[in-house]
């Protein structure tokens, strides 16, 4: 895995996505809603072309949605087959994090997050956590809407 | 001249076969000009292009359509001459001919848009005319003639060129045989007799005794080839040969310096050049043009079956809960399911091209493009035998012809920067086309130019030199960027890429990419689905949001009339709206149709959108099983052809929505499934999703 990582904020927490697995990153104006979909996919959005599913990291971490502003971002992330995108605050930076500057997340972490996170980073001073997209957007297997 | 015409089927089919027709022509122009260039004789390609230009002037003859059949006589006429050349086209009429086809071509598209056709170019015709002139004083040495070595060798040079003269100006030329025997002899049927005879229906050039094995239906061994000119018909020959028909033996014109035996020149009153090659063509035999259109309508009337086959099911269901024994039928029921999802997929098939007969074009593209810029280049196309929806075919075409158009005009250098950079003049570029396994065509377009100047097309842009070839696309891809003349001189690529890009992603829902690497060239590559379902569908608004319903889908569209809406006791909660959004009403409403009761849905309280008090103006009946419902959504927008993505990730797979499509304001919109959505909400809210339908 790549040493690079993008660096996206939601509701001010620093979150971190593998560069290798991020396609593009667009920003954001409202997506097509899918009604029926689960709560955390905000919509459809074309990209490139494309049309990619868009799930919203602030309704994934229990959040409240927002209207989007100028530097919401879509995050594009591909895993195996699947391509989606994740809606975040803002998405700027780009920062190389060694493979060993990741810890394990505090068990309270886990238990709160579901999981989701999958690793944590101390960056100076800043603490960066490591979002496991899989987790994020669902097993292919597992059947939805909840 | 097409104002007014009445037989507008007619011109359908002329503008059918006329395409057909000059493609063909577009083809064998183009192997003319290779085969030229090389220096060998196009016998075959004179021939057949002269067949396509007979054709279509028949054909608008028929149609009455003057311009096309004057130019088209015009052309033919030279290519008359020129047949009678053994295929040696005067010079400078390849140029004349290519323009004449295109002449022809504009004037059959102006038929297909149903405007004046313009009259013929009276340059072109005069031009064409001129060559018809200065082509009969062609070099005689190039020319030959089919007969037998051991027969040609006999003649003199005089007899020779007696012989060829004839056969050029469109005359006969056979090869009877007269065998002498003692009956005949008594009969009176001599060589002296037999010249007699043939002399008043045939040119004899030479008669040439020849020995051959004894029989008995030569017991003299001896035999006389006659070698004929003439204007009169086989049996006559015959006859005056005391021959059978099958004995005579044609002469053809050639090409000396050729080797291949040229066929039989058959029959042909009005000096038609004939066959000599019926293999030439094979895909031409046992095919059938057809509409596109027609096909659809194949699938539109197998929708209705398959409706039919839902009340069949239903009907079988309800047996079944009388108790009675339908396993015999249900397996008839199955059968039927079957053979119709056979039948749709032979039907799709029949809309498949081969790949090959899309890209058949593009040498010729090629071939105008290094004329027009005097850049030399070189095309190598390897198309396979894959097939692709003629819908798909049409819509990538132009991307294509793009692609190449920009290799040709910007990437590839002149021949003498080529040099300077120590590559060959004549530039390459390559056309691949192969089917991948998930069903998609990629197409690949390479050249060998000067690569994409990435600073130059950054720099336009005004941002920074991206990293990647991805990013460098994403610039050339933005639409308005391209249109920038610097750009496109300096960077080697440019006109037209937004257009590319809209073709293959945004239409076709493919995937567009590029290598490039400067000073060796750029490659792109095209991703297309080699099949793409086009629906014809509604659109319309409900609760603010756009949708779309296939029309084959929907029953009628209805004013809502609340005179005639009926309000239900029962308003339960809805428990399957989004979570984020609140819970909203739906009442059991109903609408008289008819004498039937029909459930009343609001498209914006089942999708949990924010519906208003003055929504629900209209209303979309589906029938579902036998069993109508009513959707009630705020308007109408229209009625279009659609290209359905269906939605993949389990994300977004949601019962009642089949897919998404691209209304042309670059969002994705809604492509709505009502029927299945009129079935899910008559199940209820329990648990699982609708079952599979057959």
């Known amino acids: ?146 | 001249m097409s104002d007014g015409f009445e037989a507008s089927e007619f011109i359908t089919g002329f503008i059918a076969e006329a395409e057909e027709h000059l493609t063909l022509a577009n083809a064998n122009l183009l192997s003319l000009d290779q085969a030229a260039a090389k220096g060998q004789p196009t016998p075959r390609q004179v021939r057949e292009l002269f067949r396509s230009l007979h054709t279509i002037k028949g054909l608008a003859a028929m149609v009455g359509v003057e311009p096309i059949v004057d130019i088209a006589h015009a052309m033919e006429t030279v290519l008359r001459e020129a047949d009678r050349a053994a295929g040696q086209l005067p010079a400078g009429s390849l140029e004349l001919l290519l323009r004449g086809t295109r002449a022809i071509g504009q004037r059959v598209t102006a038929l297909a848009k149903r405007k004046t056709v313009a009259t013929a170019p009276a340059a072109l015709i005069e031009a064409l005319n001129a060559l018809r002139q200065s082509g009969s004083s062609r070099p005689e040495a190039a020319v030959g003639t089919t007969l037998p070595d051991e027969l040609w060798t006999r003649l003199g040079s005089a007899e020779r060129e007696q012989l060829v003269q004839g056969l050029t100006a469109g005359r006969r030329g056979v090869v009877a045989t007269f065998i002498p025997a003692p009956e005949r002899a008594n009969a009176g049927v001599n060589i002296t007799s037999v010249r007699e005879r043939m002399a008043a229906v045939a040119e004899i050039v030479k008669v040439v005794p020849q020995s051959i094995p004894a029989s008995d239906s030569a017991p003299g061994g001896l035999a006389f080839a006659l070698i004929l000119l003439t204007d009169a018909t086989d049996p006559v020959i015959a006859e005056a040969s005391s021959s059978d028909v099958s004995a005579l033996r044609p002469i053809a014109l050639q090409a000396a310096t050729a080797a291949v035996a040229s066929g039989q020149e058959g029959e042909d009153g009005d000096g038609e050049p004939t066959d000599s090659d019926d293999d030439s063509n094979p895909r031409q035999q046992g095919v059938v043009r057809v509409e596109v259109a027609r096909l659809d309508d194949a699938l539109e009337k197998l929708s209705a079956l398959v409706v039919t086959q839902f009340r069949l099911t239903r009907a079988l269901a309800a047996l079944r809960a009388a108790g009675t024994d339908t396993r015999a039928l249900a397996l008839v029921v199955a059968d039927n399911g079957r053979q119709l999802r056979d039948l749709r997929s032979s039907i799709m098939r029949a809309r498949m091209v081969p790949v090959a007969e899309v890209l058949e074009r593009v040498p010729l593209l090629l071939r105008g493009l290094s004329r027009a810029t005097g850049k030399q280049a070189r095309l190598e196309l390897r198309t396979g035998k894959t097939e692709l929806d003629k819908a798909v075919a049409e819509r990538i075409f132009p991307a294509v012809v793009h692609l190449i158009r920009n290799a040709v005009d910007h990437a590839l250098e002149s021949p003498a920067e080529r040099r300077a950079a120590g590559k060959p003049e004549m530039g390459l570029i390559t056309v691949v086309a192969v089917e991948r396994s998930d069903n998609q065509l990629e197409l690949t377009i390479s050249d060998d130019g000067r690569g994409v100047d990435a600073a130059a097309v950054a720099r336009r842009a005004g941002v920074p030199v991206p990293a990647t070839d991805d990013g460098l696309l994403e610039l050339l891809t933005r639409p308005g960027l391209s249109t920038k003349s610097e750009v496109t001189t300096t960077s080697g690529r440019g006109v037209g890429m937004d257009v590319v890009k809209r073709i293959a992603v945004d239409e076709l829902r493919g995937a567009l990419a590029m290598t490039t690497i400067r000073g060796q060239g750029t490659t792109f590559v095209l991703r297309v689905p080699l099949s793409i379902t086009i629906v014809d569908a509604f659109s319309f608004v409900s609760g603010g949001e756009t949708f779309v319903v296939p029309v084959a889908m929907v029953e009628e569209i209805q004013e809502l009339d609340p005179s005639r809406t009926v309000r239900g006791p029962d308003r339960r909660r809805v428990v399957r709206a989004t979570p984020d959004r609140r819970q909203v009403a739906r009442g059991t409403d109903m609408i008289e149709r008819r004498g039937e009761a029909v459930p009343l849905l609001r498209l914006d309280e089942i999708f949990g959108l924010a519906g208003d008090a003055v929504a629900g103006r209209k209303v979309i009946i589906v029938r579902r099983n036998g069993e109508p419902f009513a959707f009630a959504v705020d308007r109408m927008l229209g009625q279009q052809e659609v290209v359905v993505r269906p939605l993949e990730d389990r994300l977004v797979r949601v019962d009642g929505i089949s897919g998404t499509t691209d209304l042309g304001d670059g969002k994705p919109t809604l492509v709505l499934d009502l029927v299945a959505l009129g079935g899910k909400l008559s199940a209820g809210p329990g648990p699982g999703r609708e079952r599979a339908r057959a």
């Not at chain 1, 689960?38 to 602030?58: E, F, K, S, W, Y």
């Open chain 1, 1 to 146: 895995m790549s040493e690079l990582h993008v660096l996206c904020k939601v509701n001010d927490t620093e979150y971190v996505l593998p560069a290798s697995d991020v396609l593009q990153m667009e920003s954001f104006a409202g997506a097509t809603k899918v009604p029926g979909a689960a709560a955390q996919v905000a919509g459809l959005v074309q990209i490139r072309g494309r049309v990619v599913p868009v799930v919203d990291l602030r309704v994934v971490f229990g959040l409240a949605p927002v209207p989007p502003t100028l530097d919401s971002r879509v995050v594009v992330m591909k895993a195996s087959e699947r391509v989606v995108g994740l809606l975040v605050d803002s998405a700027r930076e780009v920062l190389k994090i060694p493979a060993d500057d990741f810890h394990p997340p505090p068990a309270v972490l886990v238990q709160q997050t579901d999981g989701l996170v999958k690793a944590v980073a101390q960056v100076g001073n800043r603490l960066l956590m490591l979002i496991d997209f899989i987790k994020v957007i669902g097993e292919e297997h597992h059947d939805g809407d909840e």
